[in-house]
């Protein structure tokens, strides 16, 4: 029924619900209602997590890169045997959306082709020591590491992604328009 109407109108709905928990013992610990686990639970599909079927790591990372690169407005990239060793070694506590979020660190930290994972969330093979500079156990007396590359790459994919304008990258990043244009001067006069 339309809300102020008077006339009921019939509808087929199919409802498809999502959930990490096992509703079963929230029901038990009255956390979730059993009337409405029975309206919903008609077939239930139990997928496991990603970190549970490495198997299908390359082929989500692939689709999900793709995804990206389009979204960003890049050129395709792809990931490296290195980068994908460090993928499939990840432990993976956020499933597909971590895995996601990775590749896009990866396409705005990394500038080449190929992608290695090689400075970004403390992804690693085996017993190496994690490279993750936003980690606070990040050496970084080591080298390797400069702030103004790292802000200057962040400002460049903010500009890209709005096509250029000051005030959209500006409001992407969370900063002011002069924090933007201080960048470019900047970049323009090292340039020169």
């Keep these: 029924r339309r ?3 008077n006339r009921e109108i019939e509808i087929d709905v199919r409802i498809i619900a999502a959930t990490n928990r096992e509703l079963r013992s929230a029901i038990e610990a009255g956390e979730f209602r ?7 639970d008609l077939y239930s599909l139990n997928i496991p997590p990603l970190r549970e079927r490495p198997a299908d790591i390359p082929a989500f990372a692939k689709v999900l890169l793709e995804r990206l690169c ?4 890049l050129p395709p990239r792809e990931i490296t045997a290195d980068g994908r060793a460090r993928v499939l070694a990840h432990p993976g506590p956020g499933n597909v959306r971590e895995l996601a979020h990775e590749l896009e660190r990866g396409l705005v930290f990394e500038d080449a082709a ?3 994972f090689q400075h970004l969330s403390g992804l690693h093979v085996g017993d190496e020591a994690p490279t993750d500079w936003l980690n606070p156990g990040y050496d970084f007396s080591a080298g390797g590491f400069i702030m103004e590359d790292a802000i200057n790459r962040l400002v460049g994919v903010a ?3 709005s096509a250029g304008n000051v005030s959209a990258a500006a ?3 969370g900063v002011t328009r002069d924090f933007i244009r201080y960048r470019l001067h900047g970049d323009r006069k090292a340039a020169s």
């Excluded at 059993?34 to 919903?40: F, K, Q």
């Excluded at 389009?70 to 407005?73: E, G, N, P, S, Y």
Aim: charged letters at 25%; glycine letters at 8%; a positive charge.
């Design 70 to 73: 389009h979204q960003h407005r």
């Design 159 to 161: 500009l890209k992604q």
């Design 114 to 116: 190929a992608l290695d």
């Design 171 to 173: 409001r992407a990043l």
């Design 3 to 5: 809300l102020g109407g």
């Design 34 to 40: 059993a009337d409405l686990l029975h309206r919903l």
